[in-house]
């Protein structure tokens, strides 16, 4: 039996979890929705990703920084490649505020968008 222990963050309380994924337990959870997180954290755990993607001109210089994001969370082993691909993607203004970027980044199901308008 391996007990991996989680801190929750569903709500504020952050409550210490103690999962077993062999006997699909989490004890010290003060709500049902700690159960649900920890038994995700344990066995899958996600994260939303932040980043900047390179607006470049016609001479391929770097002019802005366009701040992007993840549409939702993707698998956290896959955050370092996600980052190398953000890292090499170029785009061209004007860009607006929920336009994808990169669609169904790694294949995740999860398009990386753009927070903010650039003209």
């Not at 980052?83 to 203004?93: F, G, K, W």
């Amino acid at each position: 039996m391996s007990l991996q222990h989680i801190t929750c963050i569903v709500c504020p309380k952050g409550c210490a979890l103690e999962v077993d994924v062999e006997a699909q337990t989490v004890v010290g959870n003060s709500c049902p929705r700690g159960y649900a997180h920890g038994m995700a954290e344990a066995t899958n755990p996600t994260r939303a990703l932040t980043s900047t993607v390179r607006a470049v001109d016609q001479n391929g210089q770097t002019v802005e920084l366009v701040p992007v994001r993840t549409a939702g969370a993707i698998p956290k082993a896959l955050l370092f490649d996600a980052m190398a691909e953000i890292n090499a993607q170029r785009v061209t203004l004007p860009i607006k505020r929920g336009d994808t970027i990169i669609p169904n980044i790694l294949g995740t199901g999860v398009d990386l968008i753009a927070t903010r308008d650039f003209a």
